[in-house]
């Protein structure tokens, strides 16, 4: 038998089983505001599950152990295929079913201010699984610019019933989407991309092309199909390039490698290779810009309803971790300066959930109808909601750790969830362009590529 030396004592208990919707009193008041109609049944449900431990199991299993690529099968023959966690589809069968991806499209006016609600409560559970929810709700409005592939597409783009296998997806209930822009020699700078496209034929999606060439990043490699940019003759254009061809035979997209990433770890990033793919053209030849912009001005704001999730979370753990630790005879909570970072750190989560919920309104209001004021809020907030709220993730996480003191720097075979989200807060900063190179650089003039923060396409240089 061992020999006790001593007992475990002062040390804070796992924060779970919470209703991260009940306790969150910014986020329910942001709601009633922009949008007193909403569900609240719905959303103390939604609260219940997010914050309940076997969910948080599943975040944790889900980045424990990371995607695997399978590119070739046993005997030789390619098959581009990733291998996920149960846990990762327990969790996108969850974002799914909340109708965190494409259903506010079809929905009354207010549904995108409760899907952001929702993505924002979703991502104080796991942020990496929204990877691929984020851009499948992101794709629609440049998709309709294919009326052909949208007729076929567009319902299971809003389909919540989560459909893993790798089938076509004439076969399968939902649908996922992905974009590729970045590649090796340059990500903010777009119009660098060598990537090109041939036509090939006319067909009832529109013109076919071949697609030849490569990006350097490439989320998400499982999604039904991806809009990529490839330069024509007319220059960059947008195209639709689907994993699986209509036939279900492999489209020549090849995954050449997953990133090893520093955080993000439930989620597969790629490298990608495209040996003559078959892709539709998705708009005019010559306009990809500002067609697959209209994606990414959305998911900008996924990037600040992402950041703002993650600030909650951690302030609900250093808010509960100093409510259980004592310090020199008192609870840290309770010890003037620790009020102090506290305090700070409560002021910086509200005032971001609150300026994500802004955003959230005025993209509802113009997607639901022509309120000039609104158009301008949307393309004035976005670059600002991404690039602030985004910016500040990584030092707010910092400090939310340092509440923790040394438990906060420990992972424990992904128990310490303060060091997961510390991991993850600077991938908002910089995907969807990081700040000078265009995620925030909205009529600043910087470069010519991603420098694009809102507003609908039309409206962008180009
Ligand atoms: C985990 C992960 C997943 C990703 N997934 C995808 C994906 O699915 N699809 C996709 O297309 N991309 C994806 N990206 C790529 C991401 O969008 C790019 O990394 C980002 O746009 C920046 O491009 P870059 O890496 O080429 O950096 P660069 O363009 O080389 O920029 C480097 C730095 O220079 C700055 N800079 C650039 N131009 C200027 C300028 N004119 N003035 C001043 N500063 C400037 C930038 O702000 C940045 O700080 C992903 C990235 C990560 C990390």
Known sequence: MSHVTHEVSNQATPLADVNLFSGNRALRDALRFHHPAYDETRFVQLGAEMGSAAMQAHARLANLHKPVLHSHDRVGRRIDQVEFHPSY???LASALSHGLHGTPWSRPAGAHIERAAAFMLFTELEP??????????AVTPALRANA????????KLADTRYDPRFVSAAQKTSLTMGMGMTEKQGGSD???NTTHAEFDTDTPWGRAYRITGHKWFFSAPMCDAHLVLAQTPAGLSCFFLPRLLPDGSLNALHIER???KLGNHANASSEVEFDGATAWLVGEEGRGIPQILAMGALTRLDCALGTAGLMRQALAIALHHT???RAFGKRLIEQPLMKNVLADLAIESEAATALALRLARAIDR???????HEQVMRRVLTPIAKFWVCKRGSHFAQEAMECLGGNGYVEEQGEGIVARIYREMPLNSIWEGAANGGGAAAGAGAGEGRACGAGPPDRHRD
């Open 190 to 192: 777009v119009r660098a």
């Open 89 to 91: 589809h327990a969790l």
């Open 258 to 260: 997953l990133k090893d």
């Open 323 to 325: 409510s259980e630790r």
């Open 128 to 137: 990496s699984v929204l990877c691929p929810v984020s851009m499948t709700y």
């Open 366 to 372: 113009t997607e639901n109808g022509r309120d000039a």
């Open 148 to 155: 052909g592939v949208f007729a076929d597409w567009g319902s």
